[in-house]
């Protein structure tokens, strides 16, 4: 069975730092890019970062750009979003994905548009 499952999210003060994780399981990690994706109230989901577990090859949103950082434990089969310089409008559901692309992040510097498998989310909220 694969299963993404997200945590660290919760409630910090602007200014301040999280650190999402993205467990993996039930496929071959290595073969598979993961994406980070939010979601606020009203607001559209948005693609945030990317990383290829194959490579270490990544990708960011302007919006995300130079704040937040994504990285992959091979050996955990994790994937974490390191977050600095929390904004209030970073405030949504954080999801992560998974998508059999290999290559495809270094090949186009950008993230795979579609993926196969998504967690459930996990809520950051950032106070002003």
């Known amino acids: 069975e694969v299963q993404l499952v997200e945590s660290g999210g919760g409630l910090v003060q602007a200014g301040g730092s999280v650190r999402l994780s993205c467990a993996a399981s039930g496929f071959t990690f290595d073969d598979y890019a993961i994406g980070w994706f939010r979601q606020a109230p009203g607001k559209e989901r948005e693609g945030i970062s990317c990383?290829?577990?194959?490579?270490?090859?990544?990708y960011y949103a302007d919006s995300v750009w130079g704040r937040f950082t994504v990285s992959s434990d091979n050996a955990k089969n994790t994937v974490y979003l390191q977050m600095n310089s929390l904004k209030p409008e970073d405030t949504a559901v954080y999801y992560c994905a998974a998508d059999r692309a290999l290559g495809y992040i270094r090949g186009t510097s950008r993230c795979p548009p579609e993926y196969d498998y998504w967690g459930q989310g996990t809520q950051v909220t950032v106070s002003s």
């Open positions: 990383i290829a577990n194959s490579d270490g090859s990544t």
